[in-house]
């Protein structure tokens, strides 16, 4: 019992002589969605493997330029007398490099990357960075030339005389290292929060693709073989159904010829009236 009701539940119920046409309507729609899915998961699939590549370069990338970075680092520290903290917090106002977020909508537009993406619906965040302001900012007064030569070099490089010869140097590389650093590390967060949501997005187009492949294309198969069948089958049936009422016909027909019979009535076909449309030896009459 147990093992028909499990077998009741692959297919669906329908009735048979209306639902033939519907049933194949679906099959041929299951299929497109599955070729659509299928084409979605590899497109995705290629995208997905081109950012974890990227990630990849980026985060050797990040080791180089973290290392020149923390050098640069000490090369300020041996360099710089003062407190480098103190300075940096003296002469900077407020960030200069800030982040933004767009938004790259793999849907078969020209992206920010300039490329096209085939029609997926997907939409990946990506961060950029942009630089905002300088180290200073010169106020408007009447200088002679050469004030105003040193108050730009003060103002733009504020670091060009601080600690020893060279030191102002050491922090403009220092400022340049980081700078490159913290670009690469909002790539690489760009790039693996990316790597994250398509990695979602092909998880749930497979489950997706492996239920119509698995389960929603074989059941509607299975109703439309069942339905095939039961028509066969009702066809069988009609078919008997109509020759045992023919047999019926024909039993009660001799039933009541040998009634007659014993009766004394004849219906055999001597016993007939003579149907004159039946004689074929016809008198020519001519008018």
Excluded at 22 to 40: D, E, P, R, V
Excluded at 145 to 173: A, M, V
Excluded at 226 to 243: A, T
């Amino acid at each position: 019992m147990e093992f028909f009701e499990g077998v009741l539940h692959l297919r669906r119920n329908f009735f048979p002589p209306r639902a033939q046409t519907n049933m194949k309507a679906q099959l041929l729609g299951a299929q497109k969605g599955h070729s659509l899915l299928k084409k979605k998961s590899d497109a995705l699939t290629i995208r997905f493997r081109g950012i974890l590549s990227k990630i990849i370069e980026a985060k050797m990338a990040m080791g180089d330029v973290m290392r020149e970075a923390n050098f640069s680092l000490a090369a300020v520290k041996f360099a710089s007398i003062a407190n480098i903290n103190q300075l940096v917090i003296q002469n900077v106002a407020k960030a200069q490099i800030k982040v933004k977020l767009t938004k790259d909508n793999v849907a078969g537009r020209l992206s920010f990357y300039l490329y096209f993406t085939p029609c997926l619906g997907v939409t990946l965040p990506i961060f950029q960075t942009y630089t905002e302001g300088s180290d200073g900012t010169p106020r408007l007064f009447i200088f002679s030339s050469c004030e105003y030569d040193l108050l730009c070099r003060l103002l733009f490089q504020p670091y060009e005389l601080t600690g020893l010869s060279g030191g102002g140097q050491q922090i403009d590389k220092l400022k340049k290292a980081y700078a490159r650093a913290v670009e690469l590390l909002v790539n690489l967060a760009s790039l693996q929060t990316s790597f994250v949501t398509l990695d979602g997005v092909i998880k749930i187009t497979n489950r997706r693709v492996n239920a119509i492949e698995h389960v929603i294309i074989p059941r509607v198969e299975r109703t439309i073989q069942y339905i095939i069948q039961e028509l066969d089958e009702r066809e069988r049936e009609e078919f008997f159904r109509l020759k045992k009422v023919q047999e019926k016909k024909k039993r009660v027909k001799a039933a009541k010829l040998e009634e007659l019979k014993a009766k004394g009535i004849d219906l055999t076909e001597d016993s007939q009236p003579q149907n004159i449309l039946m004689d074929k030896d016809q008198d020519q009459i001519l008018f």
